[in-house]
């Protein structure tokens, strides 16, 4: 993780949401930044015959759009916390899914599922070779914890929760088409936080911003967190893009 020259400046926008960005954020996604092929393919043998599925953060519904194509009878309910995000995964998907504006934090559905997966969303691992870590989109350790355990709250007894694995974040910027760039920028806090500033310019001029803070706990911590919820650690799928919890109770 790179350490910037100076602190990010903070804009007026809702911090920890995708709202500066929803605009751009599936040009983004649909250059490289994600093989949705895969993550179906990865997805649909976790899940296995399981039919009821909360997505945490759905976005604009790029992967429930390769899950209920591979599998239709799949009742998928996608969760996120920007209003934006949502417009635009109900343009793509109508009916085809359930849709949440919630945040995670204060989770309260009138049902259970029997799996919930979380892509690049509300929590992922980030793969260091030897070992993972795992970061949280809420950067308050109990706030995060007690997320985690409203999750577990709606899974039924056998369910699984799927999270993705990431590479470490870098600072790098690529071209998205000949008009619009995207830059990333790592601010390291120290006391296991981190800022990333999104950054989308065309022609020089930015044109969408956002700045998303995370939180980083270690593997071993969050294996012993979940067991206290009565989740087992079932370990990493065969292709190591993610890894899988099961409610035991």
């Known amino acids: 993780m790179s350490q910037a020259a100076k602190e990010p400046t903070y804009l007026e926008q809702d911090l920890n949401t ?6 751009y ?4 996604m649909t250059n490289g930044y994600y093989d949705y092929d895969e993550i179906t393919r990865d997805l649909t043998e976790i899940l296995g015959s399981r039919q ?22 799949l009742s998928i309910t996608g969760l996120d916390n920007t209003e934006s995000m949502l417009t635009q995964a109900k343009e793509r998907l109508g009916d085809k899914i359930q849709y949440e504006l919630q ?5 309260s559905l009138d049902q259970t599922f029997e799996a919930s997966f979380s892509v690049g969303g509300c929590w992922y691992f980030i793969d260091l070779g030897d070992r993972l870590e795992f970061c949280s989109h809420i950067d308050d350790r109990k ?17 699984v929760l799927a999270l993705a694995l990431q590479g470490t974040h870098t600072d790098y910027s690529k071209s998205l088409t000949d008009e619009l760039t995207y ?8 006391a296991g936080l981190f ?11 930015v044109v969408a911003e956002q700045f998303y803070r995370y939180l980083v706990i270690s ?10 919820l009565g989740c087992k650690p079932l370990g990493l799928n065969s292709t190591r893009k993610f890894f899988t919890y099961q409610k035991q109770r």
């Open 18 to 23: 995708y709202s500066g960005i929803s605009d």
């Open 25 to 28: 954020y599936d040009v983004l």
């Open 52 to 73: 009821r599925v909360l997505e945490l953060g759905v976005g604009t519904g790029l992967v429930a759009e390769g899950l209920v194509k591979q599998n239709p009878k």
């Open 103 to 107: 945040d995670v934090t204060t989770l």
């Open 143 to 159: 706030t995060c914890e007690e997320s985690l355990r409203r999750v577990v709250e709606h899974l039924e007894p056998g369910g």
């Open 183 to 190: 830059s990333q920028a790592i601010h390291d806090e120290g």
């Open 195 to 205: 800022t990333k500033q999104y950054t989308f310019t065309k022609q020089d001029k």
């Open 219 to 228: 593997d071993q911590e969050i294996h012993n967190f979940f067991l206290e």
